[in-house]
């Protein structure tokens, strides 16, 4: 069986994962799981910063038994240090603000984690 992790902002994210995603894909021998980041010492979930969202895609990409990772995060009031913040303010309308995000975010990823490009999926690629 294949594992794909996705690294969540919150336990809302990663029980909808465990809930609906993952019985869903189970019967494609795809075992999915949900990490939720924690955000402070001791906290999980809510106000995700960059920084701690950075090390956390690293490490699942680290794996060898992880095939793909991906991210489920929330858009709102995002991180000031996230990969493209700047050049997407700048962008005219919400799809090339999230491509220009999305592009910048697997630039920086794969570069981090020295991975293989194709294991990493921006949350937008599949729009």
């Known amino acids: 069986m294949r594992r794909a992790v996705v690294i969540c902002e919150g336990q809302t994210e990663e029980a909808f994962i465990a809930r609906v995603l993952a019985p869903a894909l189970l019967p494609n021998d795809l ?4 990490i939720t980041v924690n955000t402070s010492p001791g906290r ?11 090390p956390a895609v690293r490490n699942a990409l680290a794996s060898s038994h992880v095939v793909a990772v991906t991210t489920f995060i929330d858009y709102y009031k995002l991180d000031t240090g996230f990969p493209g913040y700047t050049a997407a303010i700048g962008q005219p309308g919400l799809g090339a603000k999230l491509r220009t ?3 910048a ?23």
Do not use: I
Request: with cysteine.
């Open 101 to 103: 995000l999305e592009t």
């Open 31 to 34: 075992f999915l799981q949900g």
């Open 44 to 54: 999980k979930g809510g106000a995700l910063s960059y920084s701690r969202l950075r």
């Open 105 to 127: 975010l697997h630039a920086d990823v794969v570069a981090h984690a020295g991975c293989d490009p194709a294991r990493f999926f921006p949350p937008y690629s599949a729009a």
